[in-house]
Every structure is written in structure tokens, then in C-alpha cells.
């Protein structure tokens, strides 16, 4: 079973970026698909972006044009490079497999703050 870890969150003012971090502990080439999600308090966790093996992203309509996932498989490295940040961006930010997603097993997270 791989064991994700998620660094990189903090306090940031609104319009700044952050660049999160998803450490994998297998290889990540094996792993077909790679998501960040997040959540707020007192709301639903939520899918924020995915990212294949092969490079192709999706991501929600509300971080669309702002946030970026990317892959560095020599790394099994996830990132998320969130740019103009908004005070509705404050969450608790968790990347996951599908699968981890679907079991309801998720790492520790790393918690992300805007303030406006």
C-alpha cells in the first residue's frame, strides 16, 4: 500500500501562492491517477484536481486557470502550484489515489490559510 505525505501548505494573504507537495512512498509511474482534494470546515471534502500518468489534468471549476497539478515520477512526487489565492481556498488540502479516496483512507494532510 502506498503511503502518501502532504507538505507545503501555510498562511498566505489573498492574490498569494503556495505550492503543495505529495511525497510518495512506492512509485509513483505505477500509480494511474493522482488527485488533490480538500477540505473546509464544516463542508464536504471535495476533488480539486487529478492528474494521469500520462499528464492529462482535470480540474474543479472553482480552481480552474489558478491551481496546476503536475507529476515528477523520477520524485513519485505529486504538486499542486495554487496561484491567486482566495480566502475560500482555506482548507485542509489531502492528495489521494481514487481507490484511497473511494476507502475513505487519507493521510494527515497539510492545511492551507488565506486570509483576506
Known amino acids: 500500500q502506498v503511503q502518501l505525505v502532504e507538505s507545503g501548505g501555510g498562511l498566505v494573504q489573498a492574490g498569494g501562492s503556495l505550492r503543495l507537495a505529495c511525497q510518495a512512498s512506492?512509485?509513483?509511474?505505477?500509480?494511474?491517477?493522482m488527485g488533490w482534494y480538500r477540505q473546509a470546515p464544516g463542508k464536504e471534502r471535495e476533488l480539486v484536481a487529478h492528474a494521469t500518468s500520462l499528464g492529462n489534468t482535470k480540474y474543479a471549476d472553482s480552481v480552474k486557470g489558478r491551481f496546476t497539478i503536475s507529476r515528477d515520477n523520477a520524485k513519485n512526487t505529486v504538486y499542486l502550484q495554487m496561484n491567486s489565492l482566495k480566502p475560500e481556498d482555506t482548507a485542509v488540502y489531502y492528495c489521494?489515489?481514487?481507490?484511497?479516496?473511494?476507502?475513505?483512507?487519507w493521510g494527515q494532510g497539510t492545511q492551507v490559510t488565506v486570509s483576506s
Open positions: 489521494n489515489t481514487p481507490i484511497g479516496a473511494m476507502f475513505d483512507n
Open positions: 512506492g512509485r509513483l509511474v505505477s500509480i494511474g491517477v
